[in-house]
């Protein structure tokens, strides 16, 4: 099962502690050579992201991927992710950050970060996400125990 | 260099250059974001003509290690 945590005002390291807690897990973390954060015994996959004040954190007994946006348009950087058909999608600036936010919990997901590069990322043959509106924000989780779209 | 480079963040992401030297980390001391590192990607490869590869952008860590890069590639 995905849990999703959104706080305002608490440090990814805070909300990481509490969550750990709650599901009464004490393991080491670890990182991979691009920096993502795992549990030792993998016991859960997690991953965070972290916005303006906003933290979101991600569980899930599968790998998984997490990025929350706040809803932006930046046509620099629109024109180096995309490929031809996404950008012919992007109207406005919420498409840009669905776009933006769907890249990012993909490549979080494979715990590559940017060092993937996210033009190489199809949002148009991404299955299995799952995006979500908040307040001016947008959240994508992309994990292996999200039902496909 | 340094200082077009310097300029470059500044005026991209709207930060003081006052702020900005050449130890600077981007992530630690500026706190950029995923995003904010995409568009100055973006930016460097527009202004100085050079095409930065994916798999070194975790090594950019300071306007110095964007000289150096920058220089090499130009090479």
Not at chain 1, 108 to 126: C, E, H, P, Q, R
Not at chain 2, 56 to 64: F, R
């Amino acid at each position: 099962m995905i849990k999703l945590y959104i706080e305002e005002g608490v440090s990814s390291r805070n909300l990481l502690k509490k969550v750990l807690k709650e599901n009464d897990i004490d393991e080491k973390i670890i990182y991979n050579e691009y920096g993502k954060p795992y549990l030792k015994n993998n016991k859960i996959y997690f991953n965070i992201s972290h916005k303006d004040n906003y933290t979101v954190l991600v569980t899930s007994k599968k790998e998984i991927g997490v990025d929350i946006e706040k809803i932006t348009f930046r046509k620099r950087v629109l024109n180096k992710i995309a490929n031809d058909e996404e950008k012919k999608l992007v109207k406005n600036a919420e498409d840009f950050t669905k776009l933006w936010v769907k890249k990012e919990s993909y490549v979080k997901y494979l715990g590559m970060g940017l060092s993937y590069g996210l033009k190489n990322v199809d949002t148009l043959k991404l299955k299995k996400y799952k995006i979500k509106k908040y307040q001016d924000y947008y959240i994508a989780i992309y994990g292996d125990e999200v039902k496909e779209v | 260099m340094n200082e077009k480079v310097k300029s470059l963040i500044s005026r991209t992401l709207e930060i003081p250059e006052s702020k900005i030297n050449d130890k600077t980390n981007l992530v630690k001391d500026l706190e950029l974001e995923s995003l904010d590192l995409v568009d100055l990607v973006a930016a460097f490869e527009d202004e100085f003509k050079v095409e930065i590869l994916d798999k070194d952008i975790k090594n950019l860590q300071t306007v110095e290690d964007i000289v150096n890069y920058i220089e090499s590639r130009n090479d």
